[in-house]
């Protein structure tokens, strides 16, 4: 089975929000919440750089650690997903995520907050594939028919790659390599504790 | 026109050649656009986070990297059950120990079958609003850490999760009563619970907790005032802390609400211990004690022996040969 990632290559982004937008009409995603997001560092200034930054679905997840009902699991791709059945709406995913992924439908209503959600990496939750329930809850479930995730699909300079680990970690040492230069391989150190020499 | 032609075709080499000259230099002068670029592991060093502008309404969602939620991590799952386990079962396994060895403060003169008012109606249901949501309190936020190894194992995923839901609810409700409690212990006891000289010596000498001492004591000893600040600061923090987290983003940040995680989380497991222990001592710990907070009225001879000196205040207040005492006015009301 691949290991699944999400890798960004940030001297490629042009910040067309292309992949929150196709993320968001792909999944119906709830007003006010956004798996995806771009963030653009040095706005304006020389050197800066736009990153497209959803749920990285790391290595051994912070979430699925500190969850105390444990809703979390990883499928046979690593991918880190979560019952929303079984979410309590805690927050503590949301304390221990380095990337701001999960977020609440419901935030600052004394403390309800809503069953958590974020980036599915398009694979949907623990309902059957492709149902309807599947979707209210989810969104699409394009990994369970053979399709990646449709940020990366969309993307118009394809600066966001997602797909296995060692593919996209090759397809971006290549470009590296030909072009010369690249700023490196932003949050795998975090999500996955290794970095693309390049 | 040959030569018009030779001219033409010469001076255009002659161009091209120019500019290639020219442009060898800058082509061979490698372009590096991420020279100047912000780099990852730079901007973490230096702020431990990665921030910037983000164009969708979400503001908070510019924050792009926080590793320290590892740290936080870190803590949730390793050393707060540490402090917790230790605390509370430490305080159990004392308790345990102690009635097994001395056992219960019993009351040396017996009983007087008279009576005097040592807490009134309003104060007594103070008490118990407090004492019966600070139990809620307390279990439904130990599940939160104990609830996963513990109880999960045993009753399964939905009927945790099912329980997990209530109990947080019922957290979150019913911090505002244990809080509003908290505030009026803070005022309607505050009289009695500065320390004072009596308490030092009343700590010298152990609380006569072991053997048949019995030190004297106003209306609250060195024990109880210990309780009563445990309860106005400890419940302060963990009012405080606790709020910071129930209203995310109202003047904290992640690290904000990670702190306050932090905060909550070991003034509560401590303030569980602490608890445990004056329910112990309300109890089975000391014959008598209950029913202070129970009828409200306790014994004349458990007050001669556990507060001698708020026993001395209150027949001075109503004379000497008064066999009815007259009931004790809150401190503070």
């Known amino acids: 089975m691949a290991r699944m990632k999400f890798l960004c290559d ?23 919440i956004n798996r995806r997001r ?49 979410c309590i709406g805690c927050g503590y995913c949301f304390y221990a995520c380095p990337f701001g992924a999960p977020q609440y439908p419901k935030v600052g209503n004394f ?68 072009r010369g230069y690249g700023s490196g391989a932003w949050g795998w150190k975090t999500a996955y504790r290794e970095t693309i020499e390049s | 026109m040959a030569s018009f032609g030779r001219f033409i075709r010469l001076a255009f080499g002659a161009w091209a050649l120019l500019l290639l000259v020219t442009a060898v230099p800058a082509s061979a002068q490698q372009v590096n656009p991420t020279a100047s670029a912000v780099k990852e592991q730079q901007l973490l060093q230096e702020l431990n986070r990665i921030q910037g502008r983000v164009s969708i309404p979400d503001q908070r969602s510019g924050v792009l990297e926080q590793p320290q939620g590892r740290e936080w991590r870190e803590f949730r799952n390793v050393t707060l059950p540490w402090i917790g386990g230790i605390a509370i079962l430490g305080m159990t396994a004392a308790i345990v120990i102690f009635y097994l060895t001395v056992g219960m403060v019993r009351l040396e003169a017996g009983r007087s079958g008279r009576t005097i008012v040592r807490f009134n109606a309003f104060e007594r249901f103070v008490h118990w609003l407090t004492a019966t949501c600070f139990i809620v309190l307390a279990i439904s936020g130990l599940n939160i850490t104990f609830g996963r190894p513990l109880l999960l194992p045993l009753i399964g995923f939905e009927a945790f999760s099912e329980w997990s839901q209530w109990a947080k609810y019922a957290h979150n409700y019913l911090s505002f009563p244990f809080t509003i409690g908290v505030v009026l ?48 600061i400890g419940g302060g923090l963990v ?95």
């Not at chain 1, 990646?148 to 966001?160: G, I, N, V, Y």
């Not at chain 2, 606790?242 to 905060?263: D, K, N, R, S, W």
Request: hydrophobic share 40%; proline share 5%.
């Open chain 1, 10 to 32: 940030a001297d490629r982004c042009i910040e067309c929000n292309a992949c929150v937008t196709a993320c968001k009409n792909e999944h119906e995603v709830p007003w006010g």
């Open chain 1, 38 to 86: 771009v963030v653009t560092i040095n706005d304006g200034k020389p050197g800066e750089r736009s990153i497209s930054m959803a749920c990285m679905h790391c290595t051994d997840a912070p979430c699925a650690a500190v969850c105390p009902v444990n809703c979390f699991y990883t499928t046979a791709d690593a991918v880190v997903l979560h019952s929303k059945d079984l």
């Open chain 1, 111 to 178: 403390g309800s907050r809503g069953k958590m959600d974020k980036c599915t990496y398009c694979a949907g939750g623990p309902e059957a594939d492709g149902s309807k329930e599947e979707y209210e809850k989810y969104g699409a479930n394009r990994l369970a028919e053979g399709k990646l995730p449709l940020c990366a699909e969309m993307c118009s300079t394809k600066s966001l790659l997602a797909g296995d680990g060692e593919i996209i970690a090759q397809i971006y040492k290549e470009r590296v390599m030909k």
């Open chain 2, 185 to 232: 212990i803070f005022l309607m006891w505050i009289g009695g619970n500065i320390p004072s000289k009596v308490d030092i010596e009343w700590a010298k000498r152990g609380g006569g907790l072991i053997g048949h001492d019995h030190p004297p004591a106003y209306r609250f000893n060195g024990g109880q005032k210990m309780i009563y600040w445990i309860v106005v």
């Open chain 2, 239 to 333: 009012a405080a802390s606790g709020y910071a987290l129930m209203f995310p983003f109202y003047g904290t940040g992640i690290e904000g609400m990670q702190m306050a995680q932090i905060v909550h989380s070991i003034v509560a497991v401590l303030f569980v211990a602490a608890m445990i222990g004056h329910i112990y001592i309300g109890t089975i710990g000391m014959e008598g004690a209950f029913e202070a907070m129970g009828s409200g009225e306790v014994d004349v001879n458990w007050a001669r022996e556990h507060h001698s000196l708020w026993l001395d205040e209150q027949k001075a207040q109503t004379g000497p040969n008064d066999g009815q005492p007259r009931p004790a006015t809150a401190a503070a009301e």
